[in-house]
T-cell receptor, first 111, second 113 residues
Framework: DQQVKQNSPSLSVQEGRISILNCDYTNSMFDYFLWYKKYPAEGPTFLISISSIKDKNEDGRFTVFLNKSAKHLSLHIVPSQPGDSAVYFCAASGNNNDMRFGAGTRLTVKP | DAGITQSPRHKVTETGTPVTLRCHQTENHRYMYWYRQDPGHGLRLIHYSYGVKDTDKGEVSDGYSVSRSKTEDFLLTLESATSSQTSVYFC????????????FGQGTRLTVV
C-alpha cells in the first residue's frame, strides 16, 4: 500500500500564477516531509522540507504547508515559471528513516 | 553535485539471469537507498541501508537483495530477473536519513526481455 499519495497526476498553470501541488499520507508515524523535483533523464533533486512540529516552511518562491490533523501537505509555487515544469514528488519519513514517495505530479507552466 | 554514481546506466538482460546494480558514493553518507520508478507508481523503496552491513526492506523488496560491505558502495541484486523488474532504478544517499535531504544518482534503466 502506498502510504504517500499524490492524487493529481498532472497540473497545468499559466506563467506568473500560483501552482498548488497536493499530497496526502496515511502513516501517522511520519514526522518529516520533503518535496523533490525531477526533470526527464535525471535523478530527483531536493526542493524544500518541513518537520511535523511546523505548519509552514518558506524558501523563496516555494512554500510548503502541513496539516497534520488532515494528514495533508501542499507545495505552493508563486509565481510559477516555465522552468518549474517538471515532475514533483512528495516524500515522507518517520523514525526508521525509510523515505516513502508519492506517485508524483507533472507540472506544466505555460508561457 | 553530490558524489554519487550508478553503474551501469543502461542494461538489457534476459529473463532468469542475475543482475547487479552498483551505487557508489564519495560523500561518506550513512544512509543509502534503492528505489524503482514506474509510471503511475512514482518512486518505490526497494531496500535501504543505515550503515555497513545494516540493511532493511522497503515496500517492494521481493525479488531483490542488497549488500553493503563498505560505506561507499551499495549493491542491488536481482537474483533471477523477471520482466516485471523492467524499470528505472535510482540510488539515493542521505547524511542523517529521512530527516535530511537525499541526493540521487542519475538512474539505471534496466530492461528485462
Amino acid at each position: 500500500d502506498q502510504q504517500v499519495k499524490q492524487n493529481s497526476p498532472s497540473l497545468s498553470v499559466q506563467e506568473g500564477r500560483i501552482s498548488i501541488l497536493n499530497c496526502d499520507y496515511t502513516n501517522s508515524m511520519f514526522d518529516y516531509f520533503l518535496w523533490y523535483k525531477k526533470y526527464p533523464a535525471e535523478g530527483p533533486t531536493f526542493l524544500i522540507s518541513i518537520s511535523s512540529i511546523k505548519d509552514k516552511n518558506e524558501d523563496g518562491r516555494f512554500t510548503v504547508f502541513l496539516n497534520k490533523s488532515a494528514k495533508h501537505l501542499s507545495l505552493h509555487i508563486v509565481p510559477s515559471q516555465p522552468g518549474d515544469s517538471a515532475v514533483y514528488f512528495c516524500a515522507a519519513s518517520g523514525n526508521n528513516n525509510d523515505m516513502r514517495f508519492g506517485a508524483g505530479t507533472r507540472l506544466t507552466v505555460k508561457p | 553535485d553530490a558524489g554519487i554514481t550508478q553503474s551501469p546506466r543502461h542494461k538489457v538482460t534476459e529473463t532468469g539471469t542475475p543482475v547487479t546494480l552498483r551505487c557508489h558514493q564519495t560523500e561518506n553518507h550513512r544512509y543509502m537507498y534503492w528505489y524503482r520508478q514506474d509510471p503511475g507508481h512514482g518512486l518505490r523503496l526497494i531496500h535501504y541501508s543505515y550503515g555497513v552491513k545494516d540493511t532493511d526492506k522497503g515496500e517492494v523488496s521481493d525479488g531483490y537483495s542488497v549488500s553493503r560491505s563498505k560505506t561507499e558502495d551499495f549493491l542491488l541484486t536481482l537474483e533471477s530477473a523477471t520482466s516485471s523488474q523492467t524499470s528505472v532504478y535510482f540510488c539515493a544517499i542521505s547524511y542523517q536519513g529521512g530527516n535530511t535531504e537525499a541526493f540521487f544518482g542519475q538512474g539505471t534503466r534496466l530492461t528485462v526481455v
